[in-house]
């Protein structure tokens, strides 16, 4: 069922709200919840490797956290985060550049069907109305609008995802971006916005110490790290980081899936037990 909100509806998004141009309405596949933080993530169509792993990486992190995860159904960066949100088993809100009913790529429509049974999908654009290049700077204004913060991974200087980073500032959200390789011309634009003053982020605890001064924000993440106990999995972890070690290294000690121990790492770094280094090891924050 397609739901229409308009700016009165108890439901519109408060921070959307907010904006200087918020939609007059917005159409809703799925479940918003009142006053959820969100946080979105965006990057290129064409990630490398490294950009893969790097949306993993803050995906899993920021929704363990707390965060509800926003970004666009696209093909590349976005589709990556919204798959690993859903196998972390928490949020995610993907903002279409479409009507709500037009899903493109096809290829992405199952990824829709799986953001649904727990999430939302959203669009300013009526039902089946088809995607076009005009429509995308006006849906990257509310994915940046329903978010505390964006984060930008991997993008050319000439980007949607620079677009979304854009406007986030002129909306005062936080704006934070991955740095990449310096030959890559798909590094560009997150190295630009670097320059710039985007905060470079190299880890979950470089976003949420952006977030000390925001109340709810603080005890959302207060929230999450109680329901965390260590258990004997995470116990196992520890035990084979006496030194610095790889996620390929603690896969085969552990005989642990990648999707399993990366959940386990992010917890750990969460409660700061451990922290990930700057060449991608893991380590005890004793070490």
Do not use: W
Request: charged share 25%; aromatic share 6%.
């Amino acid at each position: 069922m397609i739901q229409e909100l308009r700016l009165n509806n108890h439901l519109y998004p408060a921070l959307l709200k907010e904006i200087n141009d918020p939609p007059e309405k917005i159409f809703l596949r799925g479940e918003l919840k009142a006053d959820e933080p969100c946080f979105a993530i965006v990057g290129t169509r064409k990630p490398s490797a490294y950009g893969i792993e790097a949306a993993k990486y803050f995906a899993r992190g920021l929704c363990e956290a707390g965060f509800t995860i926003v970004s666009g159904l696209a093909l590349g960066i976005d589709a990556v985060v919204h798959q690993e949100v859903l196998s972390c088993k928490k949020r995610t809100i993907a903002v279409l550049g479409s009507g709500i009913d037009s899903i493109t790529p096809m290829t992405n429509r199952k990824i829709g069907e799986e953001i649904l049974k727990t999430g939302a999908i959203i669009s300013e654009f009526p039902e089946n109305y088809p995607a076009m290049k005009q429509n995308f700077p006006q849906r990257d204004r509310i994915m940046s609008g329903l978010s505390y913060g964006v984060l930008v991974i991997e993008a050319q200087l000439r980007s949607g995802a620079l677009i979304t980073a854009r406007l986030g500032l002129e909306q005062g959200r936080e704006v934070f971006a991955v740095p990449g390789e310096i030959f890559s011309l798909n590094s560009k634009g997150a190295n630009h916005l670097i320059q710039e003053g985007a905060k470079l982020a190299a880890s979950i605890e470089d976003i949420l110490e952006e977030f000390q001064n925001i109340p709810e924000i603080q005890k959302m993440i207060l929230k999450q790290n109680n329901l965390f106990d260590l258990d004997e999995k995470h116990k196992r972890v520890l035990e084979f980081l006496s030194e610095p070690r790889t996620i390929e290294e603690l896969c085969e000690m552990t005989k642990m899936s990648s999707n399993e121990l990366g959940s386990l790492l992010t917890i750990l770094e969460l409660k700061n037990i451990l922290k990930r280094r700057q060449d991608g090891r893991f380590q005890r924050n004793n070490s």
